[in-house]
């Protein structure tokens, strides 16, 4: 049983904890568009290269200082050198692979949220609405809007530096991207609420049930876990979220497949080679059985209904793992 839980969070995506988190302007939005659809950042001042700025180190004052020499008679309209020489060395030396990119469009209202796939480069034949040949690849991992974002992440909007180090906002970009995943060796659930009308006290009470169930499938099975390891972070403006955090990876994952089961009441798939309900087979059929068996109908209903008085849904991101899991189970078993 427990080598079920371990194996379903083998699907769980990993945020790796020492990723950078940056937002680049896109001259107002103009750049927006190609950027998403180019798969890349990009950085003015060309007649600074690329190799003269892979060159310099970081501690070197007397290089950077050189630099913003060079910058002031190339540009000689520029107001501050020293700004545009911090930008550029950020651009070009302190963005890595993996680290996370959010682009504004027009007056930040559209967002992608992106990922870092390869080193800076120049691409010496760019055109377009950009011309910049200073480049980093990116992929987009989702569009969104800046409303989908939490009141207290908009603050980050307030720097108007081309490139601004935001990963003190990190664990609501991840929240705005994913739904369930690893990072710092904790499991994140994120349950968004959407609904706007007032939320009651027993709407949480409810809700706390479902952990007292899951508590009690653990110590049946003899699976080591409860809810007091599970730290719940409430945000509850402009919608929100309720976002549970635990170290006990597979006590979180058992809460998420309570959740699936009482929301859909079972799980069926048919990918035209096989139909699977996942209620019937091993540790999820193990839980939904000893949810039939312990859990009256009028607590299952509850907890229903407090879900859908917030407009929960079951995380995308879990019940992927869980088909991911099951169909490769599957193909194993057709092998064998």
């Known amino acids: 049983m427990v080598d079920n839980i371990v194996s379903l969070n083998e699907y769980v995506q990993t945020v790796e904890h020492s990723n950078s988190y940056w937002m680049v302007r896109t001259m107002g939005g103009d750049y927006y568009d190609e950027f998403v659809e180019g798969g890349f950042i990009a950085i ?15 501690e070197d004052r007397v290089a950077i200082t050189q630099l913003k020499q060079r910058v002031s008679e190339l540009y000689d309209e520029a107001a501050r050198p020293g700004h545009i020489v911090s930008q550029l060395l950020r651009f070009c030396k302190s963005i890595a692979i993996g680290d996370i990119v959010v682009l504004p469009g027009y007056s930040s209202y559209k967002l992608a949220i992106c ?138 994952a058992l809460v998420g497949l309570g959740i699936l089961f009482i929301n859909g009441g079972g799980l069926k798939i048919n990918n035209g080679n096989f139909n699977l309900d996942l209620s019937t087979h091993g540790l999820f059929g193990s839980y939904n059985e000893y949810m039939d068996r312990k859990a009256d109908r009028a607590l299952i209903g509850s907890i229903k209904n407090s879900l859908d008085s917030l407009a929960i849904e079951t995380p995308g991101d879990f019940q992927k793992a869980v088909i991911e899991l099951y169909q490769k189970h599957n193909e194993g078993r057709e092998k064998y």
């Open 115 to 252: 990922r870092v796939t390869g080193e800076p480069y120049e691409d010496v034949n760019a055109h377009g609405e950009c011309s910049f040949v200073k480049r980093i690849p990116i992929e987009v991992i989702r569009q969104t809007t800046r409303l989908a974002l939490p009141p207290k992440a908009q603050f980050m909007f307030n720097s108007r530096h081309p490139i601004s180090d935001i990963t003190s906002y990190a664990q609501y970009i991840d929240d705005t991207v994913l739904d369930f995943y690893n990072k710092n060796n904790e499991t994140h659930i994120v349950l968004r609420i959407n609904t706007d009308d007032d939320v009651s006290v027993s709407t949480f009470y409810a809700i706390e049930q479902l952990f007292k169930i899951t508590e009690g499938f653990c110590n049946e099975q003899g699976i080591l876990g409860s809810s007091s390891e599970v730290v719940m972070k409430v945000q509850m403006e402009s919608k929100g979220a309720l976002h549970f955090i635990s170290s006990n990876k597979a006590f979180l």
């Open 44 to 58: 003015g001042y060309d007649e600074i290269l690329l190799r003269e700025l892979r060159a310099i180190n970081l």
